[in-house]
């Protein structure tokens, strides 16, 4: 299951940045991953509560942006929304499609929660 | 827990050489430089959380790849690998469908005129290493245990490891698995998927991932194509459909039928280097 991985490699990049900025507790994480990385969030979720256990992320939420999958015909030039990252173009029925967006994976920002004085 | 050192690293990664029951390194974790980099354009949105907090809170943007830190280690296994004019493959699969018997095949073919090295990726067992070791060439076994796949770090130390010649060979055999290894750089030069005519024609519309990272796709298996409901073109047709660029070869890794054609290809690529 590759989303355990994941979480750990989330989790060990938040954990060390949080420590950089003076050790707070993490209290929230957002992600951005694309309908096209091939990352189940549901799925993700789940690991990530078994993978930050008893770090300071251990009570972090995550928040999950899901942008959609868009296709540029590498023959006509238009832009349209994709599912798969196989695609035909709905202009001039190419197959050349590129996939312009939806395969992000990225850790955007996290919130730290400074213990109060 | 390690059964072999009674360590108790449950997740690590272990090295193992075939006939030495004493080799056994763990694949520690390393240093790593993290870098920033920066995407363009802003994202602003407020969470609403109905908890009240505590202390102070601050938001830290990080905009980070979650995939940065194996794929900074990658680019470092890539350029060890270019500056010293080793190509890198690495194979892909499901479990079965003929990565060590396609190297067990085309390494006699190859290893006379330039230097073949193996790195093994199984979740337990020496056994494919043992296979490739029987043919001569240098080989380290990866157990990844509970891991679905390589990662660069695995790799890394293997290929520390090797001791690998310049100007080689290095046959990289991922775990068998559509899914995850595709996500995960090694620094390969290039990625080899290998399907058999056994798995169903849609297969690479089913696991679009693996095949649109893919550069080439090797159909195995195909002596047995008289036996199952398997239409080469159609799958052909659907693994272009994913990915435009892919390379098509069709094999038995049996009957040796279709090898020429790879080896020929492969010579071309060694000696474009
Ligand atoms: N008929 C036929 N059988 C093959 C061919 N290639 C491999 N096999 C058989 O398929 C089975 C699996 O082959 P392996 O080479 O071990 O497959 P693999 O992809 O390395 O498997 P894992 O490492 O376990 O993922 C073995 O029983 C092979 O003998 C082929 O071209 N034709
Ligand atoms: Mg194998
Ligand atoms: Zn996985
Ligand atoms: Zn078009
Ligand atoms: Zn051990
Ligand atoms: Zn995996």
Redo the contacts with the bound molecule.
Sequence with gaps: MHEMSIALSIVETVVSKALEEGNGRISSIDLLIGKLAGIEPQSLKFCFSAAAKGTSAEEALLFIDEPEGLGECGDCGKRFPVSFYYAECPECRSLRVNIVSGKEFLIQSMTIEEEGE | M?D????S?DSGA?LRKPGMTDY?I?VGATGHGDTDHHHEGDHNHTHEHDHTHKGKIRTIALEQDVLQKNNLLAERNRGYFEARNILALNFLSSPGSGKTSFLEKIIPLLHQQVPVSVIEGDQQTTNDADRIHALGVPVIQINTGSGCHLDALMVNSAMKALELQDNSLLCIENVGNLVCPAMFDLGEALKVVIISVTEGDDKPLKYPTMFHEADLCILNKIDLLPYVDFDVRTCRENAMRVNHHLEWFEVSAKTGEGLGVWQEWIENKLRQR
């Design positions: 390690c072999t050192c009674g360590c690293t272990v056994h763990h």
